[in-house]
C-alpha cells in the first residue's frame, strides 16, 4: 500500500528521542517496518543527563552496551545524598548491591547520548525522518489509522499505519488530544541550573556519583552531575511558586540558592559557569489510559516524573521496551485493539508509583540515613529502588518500616490518580527558557 507514492509503514512513531528510538529500534529487530518523525533535527539540546543502572537491560537488548562502554561518558557507580548542612550521607553503592556489570553505569551529555539512540534505531532499519513536524494523528472513528506530517518543504501528507506511538514528549499529541493528562497533586517543581567548569568533583569509585544536595532552608534541592570534559551540570528543584513568583530573574535566583546551600557553594567555589542559565517549569503528570485502538503512548508523552532520583530515561527506555513487545505481538496476531497495545501499563504505572512515593516521602523530609540507621538490613531494598528496579512487589517491604519512623499524625503519600485533569489547571503548560552563551 502507498500514499502519495510511498509505502506505508506497520507503525508510525512520533518523536526521535529515548523512549521513540527504543521502541522503533526493538519493533524493527523483529521485522515490522517503522517510520520514525521527529521534528528536530540532532544533536539537539536535552536535560536528563544522569542514568540509573537499570537501564542496562534495555540498552542490552538495543544493541547499545558496545556504545556506550566505548564512548567518554564519565562511569557512576552510586548515588550520594547531602543534607541542608553540606553533611555526606554513605554513598549508595551500585555494586555493593548487585555485583553485576550492570551496576555500573553513565552520566550522559544527551544531545550526544540522544544521537547515539537514533543513529541505532537507523542501523536497525527504522526509516528516520527528522526536521518533519507530526502536525496531528488521523483518526478514523476511535481508531488511529495514521499521521498528518509537515515536510521541511511545507508541504502536507498523511501517512498511514496500523498502529501510531506517541513518543513526542512532554508536548503530548495524542495526550493533549484527548484531554487525557492528569497533573501530579504533589510534585510541582521547577528547576533552574547552569553548567560550570572546574567544580569540585570527587575521585576514584566516587567521581561519577550523583549528588542529591538539600537547599539550605530545606525547600527543595540540588543535582550535582559530572559530565566529561571536566563539565558539571548543576540544577535547584524546587516548587514552582516559591521559585519562580516573586524573583527577578533566573540568575539572581539561581545565585541566591547557591548562596544558601553549603554542600553546592563549597563544589563551585573554584569554578566557572560556561552557559547561560535554564529554567523548566515542569509538573509531573500522567495520561488517564495508555492505549486505545491502534494507539498507544510512550515516554513523556505518557507520563513525567519528578527528576530526583534520575529516573526519566529508565522510564522511557522501559515504556518503549514494553510498548514495543506488546505492538508487535498484536501485529503478529491481527489485534491492534487499545487492550492490546497498553496490556503493559498496569505493571509500568505500579512501578512508576513505588518510584513516586520515594520521591514524595523524600519531599516530605524523609532520611535515607535515618531509615539505613533503624532498619539497616533494608539498605539493599532501597538501593534496588534506586536503582530502577520498580517493576517488582519485592520492594515493597520498605514502606511498612517506613511508615513507622512517620511523626504523629503523618498519613502515608496519596496515590497519583487523586490528581486533577489538565483542564482544570491553568496556567501549567511547560516551558522551557533556553540561555544565552554556548550549550554543554
Same mark, same amino acid.
Not at 549508595?92 to 537514533?118: A, G, I
Not at 522510564?315 to 503478529?332: I, T
Given at each position: 500500500?502507498s500514499?502519495?507514492?510511498?509505502t506505508s509503514?506497520?507503525?508510525v512513531?512520533?518523536g526521535g ?5 527504543t521502541?522503533?529500534t526493538?519493533m524493527?529487530?523483529q ?6 518523525f521527529?521534528?528536530?533535527r540532532?544533536?539537539r539540546?536535552h536535560?536528563?543527563e544522569?542514568?540509573?543502572p ?6 542490552k537488548?538495543?544493541n547499545m552496551?558496545?556504545?556506550m562502554?566505548?564512548s ?8 550520594q545524598?547531602?543534607?541542608?548542612h553540606g553533611?555526606n550521607s554513605?554513598?549508595?553503592y551500585f555494586w ?6 550492570c551496576s ?14 537514533l ?19 488521523v483518526?478514523e472513528?476511535?481508531r488511529a489509522v495514521g ?6 518543504d ?10 501510531v506511538?506517541?513518543?513526542?514528549g512532554q ?8 484531554r487525557l493528562?492528569?497533573?501530579d ?6 528547576a ?9 568533583r ?23 552531575i559530572?559530565?566529561?570534559s571536566d563539565i ?9 511558586d ?10 539572581q535566583?539561581?545565585e541566591?540558592e547557591v ?6 557553594k563549597?563544589?563551585v567555589?573554584?569554578? +566557572?559557569?560556561?552557559t $547561560?542559565?535554564?529554567?523548566t517549569? /515542569?509538573?509531573?503528570?500522567r495520561?488517564k489510559?495508555v492505549?486505545? %485502538? =491502534?494507539?498507544v503512548l ?10 530526583l532520583?534520575?529516573?526519566g ?5 522501559k ?9 508487535v505481538e498484536?501485529?503478529r ?8 497495545l497498553? +496490556?503493559?501499563?498496569a $505493571?509500568?504505572?505500579?512501578g512508576? /508509583?513505588r518510584?513516586r512515593r ?5 519531599? %516530605? =523530609?524523609?532520611s535515607?540515613?535515618?531509615?539505613v540507621?533503624t532498619?539497616?538490613?533494608l539498605?539493599g ?5 534506586l536503582?530502577?528496579?520498580l ?7 520498605v ?16 496515590r ?5 485533569p489538565?483542564?482544570q489547571?491553568p496556567d501549567k503548560?511547560n516551558e ?7 550549550r554543554p
Amino acid at each position: 500500500m502507498s500514499v502519495d507514492g510511498r509505502t506505508s509503514p506497520d507503525v508510525v512513531v512520533i518523536g526521535g528521542g529515548p523512549a521513540g528510538s527504543t521502541v522503533s529500534t526493538l519493533m524493527a529487530q523483529q521485522g515490522v517496518a517503522v517510520q520514525l518523525f521527529e521534528r528536530e533535527r540532532f544533536p539537539r539540546f536535552h536535560i536528563g543527563e544522569s542514568l540509573i543502572p537499570e537501564t542496562y537491560w534495555v540498552l542490552k537488548r538495543l544493541n547499545m552496551l558496545p556504545k556506550m562502554q566505548q564512548s567518554h561518558f564519565v562511569k557512576k557507580y552510586s548515588v550520594q545524598f547531602v543534607n541542608a548542612h553540606g553533611r555526606n550521607s554513605a554513598p549508595f553503592y551500585f555494586w555493593d548491591n548487585k555485583p553485576h556489570e550492570c551496576s555500573q553505569t553513565w552520566q550522559v551529555v544527551r544531545s550526544q547520548f540522544d544521537q547515539m539512540m537514533l543513529d541505532n534505531a537507523r542501523e536497525h532499519g527504522v526509516a528516520v525522518h527528522e526536521g518533519v513536524r507530526v502536525h496531528d494523528v488521523v483518526f478514523e472513528g476511535d481508531r488511529a489509522v495514521g499521521v498528518k506530517i509537515k515536510d521541511e518543504d511545507g508541504s502536507f501528507r498523511e501517512v498511514r499505519a496500523q498502529v501510531v506511538v506517541d513518543a513526542s514528549g512532554q508536548n503530548g499529541l495524542i495526550m493533549n488530544r484527548l484531554r487525557l493528562r492528569v497533573w501530579d497533586p504533589m510534585l510541582n517543581k521547577g528547576a533552574i541550573w547552569t553548567y560550570w567548569e572546574g567544580a569540585y568533583r570527587d575521585t576514584g569509585r566516587d567521581e561519577g556519583a550523583t549528588l542529591v544536595i538539600q537547599t539550605g532552608n530545606k525547600n527543595g534541592w540540588f543535582w550535582y552531575i559530572p559530565l566529561h570534559s571536566d563539565i558539571l551540570s548543576v540544577g535547584v528543584v524546587a516548587p514552582f511558586d516559591y521559585l519562580f513568583k516573586g524573583r527577578n530573574n533566573y540568575a539572581q535566583t539561581y545565585e541566591e540558592e547557591v548562596e544558601g546551600c553549603p554542600g553546592v557553594k563549597e563544589r563551585v567555589a573554584n569554578a +566557572k559557569r560556561v552557559t $547561560g542559565y535554564f529554567a523548566t517549569k /515542569d509538573y509531573s503528570y500522567r495520561s488517564k489510559q495508555v492505549a486505545g %485502538d =491502534g494507539w498507544v503512548l510512550v515516554g513523556d508523552a505518557f507520563g513525567f516524573l519528578d527528576p530526583l532520583y534520575s529516573s526519566g530515561v529508565l522510564l522511557a527506555l522501559k515504556s518503549g521496551e514494553m510498548a514495543a513487545d506488546a505492538v508487535v505481538e498484536g501485529l503478529r496476531t491481527g489485534d491492534t485493539s487499545g487492550a492490546q497495545l497498553g +496490556k503493559w501499563g498496569a $505493571g509500568f504505572n505500579e512501578g512508576v /508509583d513505588r518510584m513516586r512515593r520515594l520521591v514524595c516521602e523524600y519531599y %516530605d =523530609g524523609f532520611s535515607f540515613g535515618g531509615m539505613v540507621r533503624t532498619y539497616p538490613h533494608l539498605q539493599g531494598t532501597l538501593t534496588d529502588i534506586l536503582i530502577g528496579d520498580l517493576f517488582t512487589d519485592r520492594v515493597d517491604q520498605v514502606w511498612g518500616p517506613l511508615e513507622s519512623l512517620y511523626p504523629p499524625g503523618k498519613t502515608p503519600v496519596p496515590r497519583w490518580d487523586a490528581g486533577t485533569p489538565a483542564d482544570q489547571v491553568p496556567d501549567k503548560a511547560n516551558e522551557l527558557v533556553l540561555p544565552e552563551g554556548r550549550r554543554p
